[in-house]
């Protein structure tokens, strides 16, 4: 069996701190080795609770990722 490639997914929010949880509980269920995949949110300045609620979901899952753009239009 051919060895599975890595995947990063790539994902621009800006505040979404209503929908962020359920977007990665959806994302983390995908069925595929959470050691082959990355998650990559790229905020675009949010001024909710959003990079609040992503750094606590990265203190389980080494594999969230955050970029931010400050002054992002």
Partial sequence: MA???FVT???PIRNV???ID???KY???IDYPKDKMEIV???GGSTDKTIEIIR???SKYDLIKVVIVPNSK
Wanted: net charge negative; proline share 5%; hydrophobic share 40%.
């Fill in 56 to 58: 606590n979901w990265q």
């Fill in 22 to 24: 359920t977007n990665l």
């Fill in 3 to 5: 060895e599975l490639p």
């Fill in 27 to 29: 994302l983390l269920d």
């Fill in 41 to 43: 949110f790229g905020d």
């Fill in 9 to 11: 997914i790539i994902n």
């Fill in 17 to 19: 701190e209503r929908t």
